[in-house]
């Protein structure tokens, strides 16, 4: 007989599946996540107002207002929203607005075992007008002393080992809020701020930047910098412009006498700049289309005066410095009209360049690389040809250059202004020609002005019946005065200004000279002046 036996189940007292423990680990990990995210809420306005009182704490000449932020528990990352900086001397427009800071743990360099901060800028908005920039420039608190440094730190504890702005705009006003110069759509990245990789290269960072300029124009900047170089920070970039619109810096440069129209500029080159090396050296620099005028008058003389001395002071303190290296390899302006506008009551006039093309080479502040060599062709009053060529030394102990000057056929009736201002009369007809070498070293000038006055027609009698008696009267003098001094065989009247003499001003600039040579001796000495009538 066969028994049957009944099996008792056995109890399993394996651990629970995988699946389950995955089930329970997942669930604790998302009721702390919950727990963390709705924690990070109630801190938040807490965390708001105590960031937004360090920050006026520590912030020198400045204010701030911080309308929101959040702190995500869960990665330690932290938002600002709508941080806004205000000068307190100048409250508006707000210097910066940020619509959005996020700061958080850079976690790439953990690895390192380096616990650094990474930064991301969306779409901040600097401004600053020339009463802020004064009130800045003249303000006797560092810009160390002004607390930026802290601040950065108010917002998170981490140094910033990586920045990224995307999207700025950076806007600067001068005296005219209708013409603001403004960078757009400007990227910023810098990576290894903190030296994490390569600390003993001398350039471990790298930084890219890239902008719209003036609305049209493009500008980029590639380099390396050494972020935390002592006494300074250390960089070396290669620079690059495309198509900028030149004639928005009118209001900046109206305040050096000068009134710019149109114009567009490209230029490339590179920089270093550091502790132990200073390096500008600009490839090429061309502008296409300028109109440049130098505008002088009685009330800005005296300005005018001092200005040129400031310049030539600082021209002549980076001349030949050892630490100190600027070049320029070639600078272009393409069918510019550069001209001189005198603005004295009774002496008006403008005398000017037209279709000038300007190549200037090899500009250096160092002797060592040899002279600088100048070619110009142009059209004097727009009707002369005219061609000058020189060459420009490094200023060590005073200006050293040669020039030649010649134009050809230029219309007098063009010129008629100019007579009118330093001779008292006007012509109907009659061409200027002028031949003209100058030389100046070792604080002594020479040289000579050579003018030719042709066929050169001062009385019209239907031209000048309007006039008084006394006036026509004078003219027919002028003319008749004329007609005496040309030379028989080639109708024309030529007059010779000699210029010599020692250089009085040690600090006079080169360019000073050379304004003050044309307005001497070209204006009083070469133009016919019947001013003793």
């Given at each position: 007989?066969?028994?049957?036996?009944?099996?008792?189940?056995?109890?399993?007292?394996?651990?629970p599946?995988?699946?389950?423990?995955?089930?329970?680990?997942l669930?604790?990990?998302?009721?702390?996540?919950?727990?963390?995210?709705?924690?990070?809420?109630?801190?938040?306005?807490?965390?708001?107002?105590?960031?937004?009182?360090?920050?006026?704490?520590?912030?020198?000449?400045?204010?701030?207002?911080?309308?929101?932020?959040?702190?995500?528990?869960?990665?330690?990352?932290?938002?600002?929203?709508?941080?806004?900086?205000?000068?307190?001397?100048?409250?508006?427009?707000?210097?910066?607005?940020?619509?959005?800071?996020?700061?958080?743990?850079?976690?790439r360099?953990?690895?390192?075992?380096?616990?650094?901060?990474?930064?991301t800028?969306?779409?901040?908005?600097?401004?600053?007008?020339?009463?802020?920039?004064?009130?800045?420039?003249?303000?006797?608190?560092?810009?160390?002393?002004?607390?930026?440094?802290?601040?950065?730190?108010?917002?998170?504890?981490?140094?910033?080992?990586?920045?990224?702005?995307?999207?700025?705009?950076?806007?600067?006003?001068?005296?005219?809020?209708?013409?603001?110069?403004?960078?757009?759509?400007?990227?910023?990245?810098?990576?290894?701020?903190?030296?994490?990789?390569?600390?003993?290269?001398?350039?471990?960072?790298?930084?890219?930047?890239?902008?719209?300029?003036?609305?049209?124009?493009?500008?980029?900047?590639?380099?390396?910098?050494?972020?935390?170089?002592?006494?300074?920070?250390?960089?070396?970039?290669?620079?690059?412009?495309?198509?900028?619109?030149?004639?928005?810096f009118?209001?900046?440069i109206?305040?050096?006498?000068?009134?710019?129209?149109?114009?567009?500029?490209?230029?490339?080159?590179?920089?270093?700049?550091?502790?132990?090396?200073?390096?500008?050296?600009?490839?090429?620099?061309?502008?296409?289309?300028?109109?440049?005028?130098?505008?002088?008058?009685?009330?800005t003389?005296?300005?005018?005066?001092?200005?040129?001395?400031?310049?030539?002071?600082?021209?002549?303190?980076?001349?030949?410095?050892?630490?100190?290296?600027?070049?320029?390899?070639?600078?272009?302006?393409?069918?510019?009209?550069?001209?001189?506008?005198?603005?004295?009551?009774?002496?008006?006039?403008?005398?000017?360049?037209?279709?000038?093309?300007?190549?200037?080479?090899?500009?250096?502040?160092?002797l060592?690389?040899?002279?600088?060599?100048?070619?110009?062709?142009?059209?004097?009053?727009?009707s002369?040809?005219t061609?000058?060529?020189?060459?420009?030394?490094?200023?060590?102990?005073?200006?050293?250059?040669?020039?030649?000057?010649k134009?050809?056929?230029?219309?007098?009736?063009?010129m008629?202004?100019?007579?009118?201002?330093?001779?008292?009369?006007?012509?109907?007809?009659?061409?200027?020609?002028?031949?003209s070498?100058?030389?100046?070293?070792?604080?002594?000038?020479?040289?000579?002005?050579k003018?030719?006055?042709?066929?050169?027609?001062?009385?019209?009698?239907?031209?000048?019946?309007?006039?008084?008696?006394?006036?026509?009267?004078?003219?027919m003098?002028?003319?008749?005065?004329?007609?005496?001094?040309?030379?028989?065989?080639?109708?024309?009247?030529?007059?010779?200004?000699?210029?010599?003499?020692?250089?009085?001003?040690?600090?006079?600039?080169?360019?000073?000279?050379?304004g003050?040579?044309?307005k001497?001796?070209?204006?009083?000495?070469?133009?016919?002046?019947?001013?003793?009538?």
């Open positions: 007989m066969i028994e049957h036996t009944e099996q008792v189940p056995r109890i399993d007292r394996r651990k599946p995988v699946s389950r423990r995955l089930i329970w680990f669930g604790t990990a998302a009721v702390v996540a919950l727990v963390l995210f709705t924690a990070s809420f109630f801190i938040d306005e807490r965390l708001r107002r105590i960031t937004e009182n360090n920050l006026n704490r520590d912030l020198k000449g400045y204010s701030a207002t911080l309308p929101g932020l959040h702190i995500r528990l869960l990665d330690l990352t932290l938002t600002l929203s709508g941080l806004t900086i205000r000068q307190q001397a100048h409250p508006d427009p707000a210097i910066a607005h940020f619509p959005s800071i996020k700061a958080s743990i850079h976690w360099e953990i690895i390192f075992g380096k616990i650094f901060a990474e930064f800028l969306d779409d901040p908005k600097l401004h600053i007008n020339l009463q802020q920039l004064q009130n800045e420039a003249t303000s006797t608190v560092s810009l160390k002393e002004r607390g930026w440094q802290q601040a950065v730190e108010d917002i998170y504890p981490l140094k910033i080992n990586s920045l990224k702005i995307n999207n700025a705009s950076v806007t600067y006003i001068d005296q005219d809020p209708k013409r603001p110069l403004v960078l757009s759509h400007l990227n910023f990245q810098a990576s290894n701020i903190r030296n994490v990789h390569l600390p003993d290269k001398v350039y471990p960072s790298t930084f890219h930047i890239e902008t719209a300029i003036f609305g049209n124009g493009r500008g980029s900047i590639d380099g390396k910098a050494n972020f935390l170089g002592e006494p300074i920070p250390g960089i070396k970039a290669s620079i690059k412009l495309e198509k900028v619109p030149v004639d928005y009118k209001p900046v109206a305040r050096a006498n000068l009134s710019i129209t149109g114009g567009v500029l490209d230029a490339f080159g590179d920089v270093e700049y550091a502790p132990k090396v200073k390096i500008a050296h600009l490839e090429e620099l061309t502008i296409h289309g300028m109109k440049l005028d130098y505008i002088h008058s009685k009330n003389a005296a300005a005018e005066l001092k200005r040129a001395g400031s310049v030539g002071k600082r021209v002549k303190k980076l001349g030949n410095k050892p630490d100190v290296l600027i070049t320029l390899d070639q600078l272009n302006l393409v069918e510019c009209n550069l001209g001189i506008v005198n603005n004295t009551a009774g002496k008006k006039y403008r005398i000017f360049l037209a279709d000038t093309d300007f190549r200037l080479s090899n500009l250096s502040n160092q060592s690389r040899g002279p600088a060599k100048m070619l110009l062709h142009g059209t004097f009053m727009g002369g040809a061609n000058v060529t020189g060459e420009f030394r490094p200023e060590s102990k005073g200006p050293d250059l040669n020039l030649h000057i134009i050809d056929t230029t219309q007098l009736v063009l008629n202004d100019l007579l009118r201002a330093y001779g008292d009369f006007d012509v109907s007809g009659g061409s200027f020609n002028l031949v070498e100058l030389r100046i070293k070792d604080d002594a000038i020479s040289g000579y002005f003018p030719f006055f042709k066929d050169m027609n001062v009385y019209d009698r239907r031209k000048d019946k309007d006039k008084s008696f006394s006036r026509q009267a004078y003219e003098m002028v003319g008749g005065a004329a007609k005496i001094l040309e030379n028989r065989s080639r109708q024309q009247v030529a007059t010779k200004a000699t210029i010599s003499g020692s250089l009085k001003d040690p600090e006079t600039s080169t360019w000073q000279i050379i003050q040579i044309l001497n001796a070209f204006i009083s000495s070469i133009l016919p002046n019947f001013e003793k009538k």
